[in-house]
């Protein structure tokens, strides 16, 4: 009954487009997907490490930093260079001292103050602490806490553990959406935002930091991805696939927020209750968000449902609004004699993952999936994370890296439409890797090329990130699609993880990400020449039907046909029940 209900529902006017109520509710929901994007990206610089060295044991009486000669360290940090330099102190009692990053040492002979010494040192542990340069950032996360030397690693795993906390959350509160509503997440999730990001800002020590941060991720992948349900399942068929893509759009508007107010707020808790204040609008008006007619009807709660579609119809303005009585009592009987020939599917037996792999063309199929899933999350974090350290402008890359995604999901939808999946997906990820090399090759004094070629790796992966969810979708049959898209959508939280770890590898070799990236991006483009192509075919219904998809160049609407009510309510099932497992 409920999917006969939600095609009846489909062919009335107010549900195959945005009007009002639609408009209404879209842009309310996906202006909170900019707070996920940004405290997805905060800790670009909120965590960053600035120019530090060794704390002094003294009040300092001169400094000495090659052949430049000041009184104060702080004038020392415009003529840092690298992290190997080292600044010559002379203290009060006479004593002379090289301050280096993680170490600092005592000259014997403390005569003359020179850079060069080549005397006897005594090598002494920073335990006065650390001296940072604060010409950028008044404060950061790292500074706060000495996340620096031996504890540099505590510092590297703020970023890995928030997408460890994206990854649980996407899980559990897409199923706990499934069971208590929609829009209950939606009010829980919002708040949560809002109450964890203003206390990441109070916690006391490191510890507290990572884990109110680790249940903000939670709460925050939580709101995306019960949003891509909640708008999907509001919005018409005809306007689902544009608007369930630009919710990714406002998530990209988030990370030129984090932009715009790192260049204004330096020091980093201020910087991040501004960031949460973002939310505070939709917070205090979410509570007017209706449920969707879709999980009423799915509850069986008719008469919550009717209210709601009497609301709709209201809004828009349509005179005679569907009654669900009516639709209902209409398509019981189709429903009930095309379930007459299915007796066999009530009992058949539950899919798991090793159905991906049943044979050689699907297991290809899966594996290949899998690896665009990863590729474009790695992709994706890799170019955004590492955009600040660009050169130039570091703010300015970050916003131009969000901006240039706007773009990208537009285009998107066009190839999708007109070239197909497959043939849009293939040549921008090989586009991707291409420009990975061709950043290799870009003299590092050419900022602006550089920045130029970052924001068309990202626009590229982009594309290909964004279109990877319905073609996944499309590849594979009724009985384990949603199986194949949360496998995938797992992927991609990998993807997610691993990125920060790739970007710390520009330590190792400063081209070392963008290798990596390169790689997967081509080994995933030559591997989705061997997909099908889905552009135009219906969804199959078995995994025969998959595997024979794959075989053939035909459309195998010629040899099967779905079930029951066809491939218009194949499609909508499709965006019902699997949107959940969408995630960025």
């Given at each position: 009954i409920f999917f006969s209900c939600i095609e009846c529902f489909s062919s009335v006017n107010f549900f195959l487009s945005l009007y009002r109520f639609q408009a209404c509710v879209y842009f309310a929901s996906v202006f909170q997907a900019m707070s996920c994007g940004i405290h997805y990206l905060a800790s670009v610089f909120m965590a960053v490490t600035p120019n530090f060295v060794c704390g002094i044991p003294g009040n300092v009486s001169s400094v000495l930093f090659y052949n430049s000669s000041e009184s104060s360290i702080e004038d020392i940090w415009t003529l840092w260079t690298s992290t190997e330099n080292y600044i010559v102190v002379r203290l009060e009692n006479g004593e002379i001292w090289e301050l280096n990053q993680c170490s600092r040492s005592k000259r014997e002979v403390s005569l003359d103050l020179a850079y060069e010494y080549k005397g006897n040192k005594s090598i002494f542990s920073c335990s006065d602490g650390f001296l940072y340069d604060d010409t950028k950032w008044k404060s950061t996360v790292v500074t706060q806490w000495d996340l620096v030397c031996d504890r540099e690693w505590l510092a590297k795993l703020i970023q890995p553990t928030f997408m460890l906390g994206v990854l649980i959350g996407a899980v559990i509160f897409g199923d706990i959406a499934d069971r208590l509503g929609r829009r209950r997440v939606i009010w829980f999730t919002s708040a949560g935002q809002f109450v964890f990001g203003i206390a990441?800002?109070?916690?006391?020590?490191?510890?507290s930091f990572v884990i109110v941060r680790f249940l903000l991720a939670m709460v925050s992948s939580g709101y995306l991805v019960v949003a891509f349900v909640y708008v999907t399942e509001f919005v018409g068929i005809k306007a689902r696939t544009w608007a369930s893509m630009h919710v990714h759009a406002f998530f990209a508007v988030g990370i030129m927020v984090v932009a715009l107010v790192g260049f204004l707020v330096r020091t980093w808790w201020v910087y991040q209750?501004?960031?949460?204040?973002?939310?505070?609008?939709?917070?205090?008006?979410?509570?007017?968000l209706p449920e969707t007619p879709f999980w009423l009807l799915s509850e069986e709660r008719y008469e919550d449902a009717q209210?709601?579609?009497?609301?709709?119809?209201?809004?828009?303005?349509?005179?005679?609004?569907?009654?669900?009585?009516?639709?209902?009592?209409?398509?019981?009987?189709?429903?009930?004699?095309?379930?007459?020939?299915?007796?066999?599917?009530?009992?058949?037996?539950?899919?798991?993952?090793?159905?991906l792999f049943c044979n050689w063309h699907i297991a290809r199929r899966t594996i290949?999936?899998?690896?665009?899933?990863?590729?474009?999350?790695?992709?994706?974090?890799v170019f955004s994370l590492s955009s600040v350290s660009l050169g130039g402008n570091e703010?300015?890359?970050?916003?131009?890296?969000?901006?240039?995604?706007?773009?990208?999901?537009?285009?998107?939808?066009?190839?999708?439409d007109k070239l197909g999946r497959r043939n849009t997906l293939i040549p921008f990820l090989i586009l991707s890797a291409l420009i990975c090399v061709l950043i290799m090759f870009i003299p590092q004094d050419f900022n602006i090329l550089i920045v130029l070629a970052n924001m068309a790796g990202k626009f590229s992966i982009g594309v290909a990130f964004g279109l990877i969810y319905l073609y996944t979708a499309e590849?594979?049959?009724?009985?384990?699609?949603?199986?194949?898209?949360?496998?995938?959508s797992m992927m991609c939280r990998a993807g997610s993880?691993?990125?920060?770890?790739c970007v710390y590898l520009r330590s190792v070799w400063i081209f070392m990400p963008l290798l990596l990236?390169?790689?997967?991006?081509?080994?995933?483009?030559?591997?989705t020449i061997m997909l099908p192509e889905t552009l135009g075919k219906p969804l199959t219904n078995t995994l025969a039907e998959a595997t024979e998809m794959g075989r053939s160049k035909k459309s195998c609407s010629g040899k099967t046909t779905p079930a029951h009510s066809g491939a218009a309510l194949e499609k909508i099932e499709m965006f019902c029940q699997e949107t959940v497992s969408t995630e960025k």
């Open positions: 990441v800002a109070f916690t006391f020590d490191y510890y209750i501004f960031l949460s204040v973002a939310t505070l609008p939709f917070v205090l008006c979410c509570w007017m209210k709601v579609i009497n609301i709709m119809a209201k809004w828009n303005k349509v005179s005679t609004p569907c009654k669900v009585s009516e639709l209902c009592s209409v398509q019981q009987d189709d429903l009930v004699s095309g379930r007459t020939g299915d007796n066999d599917t009530s009992s058949a037996k539950k899919h798991n993952i090793l159905d290949t999936v899998w690896l665009i899933w990863f590729t474009g999350s790695l992709g994706y974090y703010y300015l890359n970050l916003f131009l890296i969000g901006a240039v995604e706007l773009p990208c999901y537009v285009i998107a939808c066009i190839g999708m590849l594979y049959p009724t009985i384990v699609r949603s199986l194949a898209v949360g496998s995938g993880v691993v990125a920060p770890f990236v390169g790689i997967m991006a081509l080994l995933s483009g030559i591997l």
